[in-house]
């Protein structure tokens, strides 16, 4: 069941893939969602943060404020009829990981972007989100324009631990797709377990036709 979403904003962008993808997953499970804006107390670069004039820090410093202040905004308007609230953080850049996996673990489940080519890096905050929060990660690509659709779910399944936790955390979504497909990547693991897989299958099946009635 998902009732608490968490998404990180981004700052610095008018069209936010993440933000509007989220407020339709809030949507469809009438779940609360807050949303995190970071804000980095040096927003530059520490290689060349010492050799600045102060006033140019300054400047970069408020102009970064406003951005996370527009992000809020935004984020707000668009909400229409689902139920949020938003935080703002303030970290320092190499710290901003830990602080947004540890309140990841507050929720349900995060929404984040994907990390974007010449434009907004994610790596590190989504790295901090799948191995640190505890909590299932959705990302979103970062070209998305449709919100969350659920007309046919494709499972990976390699017979690992994460591709087991990846599925049952993905239920929710499961229950209320009109397809499933499984895609089965052929190792050791899962050509010695085909018994332990249909099982599997048959489990995700009453599972997810029960939290649909």
């Known amino acids: 069941m998902i009732k608490d979403l968490i998404v990180n904003l981004a700052v610095g962008m008018e069209r936010d893939p993440a933000r509007d993808y989220a407020l ?13 804006a970071l804000a980095y107390e040096h927003p530059l670069p520490g290689s060349i943060l010492g050799a ?3 006033e140019l ?21 668009a909400a229409n009829a689902v139920s949020v609230e938003h935080i703002v953080k303030k970290v320092l850049e190499r710290d901003a990981p830990v602080v947004l996996a540890n309140a990841a673990r507050y929720f349900d489940a995060s929404v984040i972007m994907q990390s974007e080519p010449n434009g907004v890096d994610n790596n590190r905050l989504i790295e901090g989100l799948l ?20 007309d046919r779910v494709v499972c990976c ?4 631990q994460p591709a087991a936790r990846a599925i049952n955390d993905a239920l929710p979504f499961l229950a209320r797709a009109r397809a499933i497909d499984l895609l089965i ?29």
């Open 24 to 36: 339709t997953i809030a949507e469809a499970f009438d779940a609360h969602l807050v949303g995190i």
């Open 157 to 160: 399944w390699d017979g690992s």
């Open 131 to 150: 191995f640190d929060s505890g909590r299932p990660v959705n990302i979103v690509p970062y070209v998305q324009r449709e919100g969350l659709r659920l």
């Open 57 to 77: 820090v300054g400047r970069a410093t408020r102009q970064h404020q406003k951005a996370v202040e527009a992000a809020v905004e935004r984020f707000d308007a």
């Open 52 to 54: 600045l004039p102060a």
């Open 185 to 213: 990547v052929i190792n050791e693991k899962t050509q010695t377990s085909t018994k332990f897989l249909a099982c599997a299958w048959a489990s995700i099946s009453r599972a997810t036709t029960s939290r649909s009635r």
